[in-house]
T-cell receptor, first 113, second 114 residues
Framework: DTEVTQTPKHLVMGMTNKKSLKCEQH?????MYWYKQKAKKPPELMFV???????INESVPSRFSPECPNSSLLNLHLHALQPEDSALYLC????????????FGPGTRLTVT | AQSVAQPEDQVNVAEGNPLTVKCTYSVSGNPYLFWYVQYPNRGLQFLLK??????LVKGSYGFEAEFNKSQTSFHLKKPSALVSDSALYFC????????????FGTGTRLLVSP
């Protein structure tokens, strides 16, 4: 099983809402990632979790709050977002080690109104 | 800083013809290079990678890439393009300062016409 799943597929939220994005993998990967991707642009790294601990935060605003409850799950909690946060949010996972490729989920299309 | 460049925003090729999507890199240390493909409204799919060894790397869906150290290039190739290969292609390099970080190129849109 080389699948990373993400829910929901689409999300529309107001600027005062609180919502969460979910990501799950069952490949035994101990590194998990959140990316943000704008249309026709490359993915931008937001967070990296390694062995369920946050190892990289790319200076992401605090209105984005990641959580890794266990080795298979990764959440991204959203609060008080801005319209410019509308994007495709991608989750990925990989084995540890710099030579290993990342496996991406299909993404959540987020629209902030 | 590590970087990759994809000089072409778009590549057009007729079905059945060979295709090449270009990528050049700038890294300190060993270059760990990756190609990913993204279909509309989907996540990225891993195609292939170069870590060490043979300069010609074979990957998924009939794609291959040639690592050229002297030209600092890692071009993606396929001998015979399919219409279904039309997608957005990203070259990426591992950032050695943060071993779990990938630095992506700007992407190249491949359009294969029937």
């Amino acid at each position: 099983d080389t699948e990373v799943t993400q829910t929901p597929k689409h999300l529309v939220m107001g600027m005062t809402n609180k919502k969460s994005l979910k990501c799950e993998q069952h490949m035994g990967h101990r590194a998990m990632y959140w990316y943000k991707q704008k249309a026709k642009k490359p993915p931008e790294l937001m967070f990296v979790y390694s062995y369920e601990k946050l190892s990289i935060n790319e200076s992401v605003p605090s209105r984005f709050s990641p959580e890794c409850p266990n080795s298979s799950l990764l959440n991204l909690h959203l609060h008080a977002l801005q319209p410019e946060d509308s994007a495709l949010y991608l989750c990925a996972s990989s084995r540890q080690g710099e030579t290993n490729e990342q496996y991406f989920g299909p993404g959540t299309r987020l629209t902030v109104t | 800083a590590q970087s990759v460049a994809q000089p072409e925003d778009q590549v057009n090729v007729a079905e059945g013809n060979p295709l090449t999507v270009k990528c050049t890199y700038s890294v300190s240390g060993n270059p760990y290079l990756f190609w990913y493909v993204q279909y509309p409204n989907r996540g990225l799919q891993f195609l292939l990678k170069y870590i060490t060894g043979d300069n010609l790397v074979k990957g998924s869906y009939g794609f291959e890439a040639e690592f050229n150290k002297s030209q600092t290039s890692f071009h993606l190739k396929k001998p015979s393009a399919l219409v279904s290969d039309s997608a957005l292609y990203f070259c990426a390099v591992r950032d050695p300062t943060g071993f779990q970080k990938l630095v992506f190129g700007t992407g190249t849109r491949l359009l294969v016409s029937p």
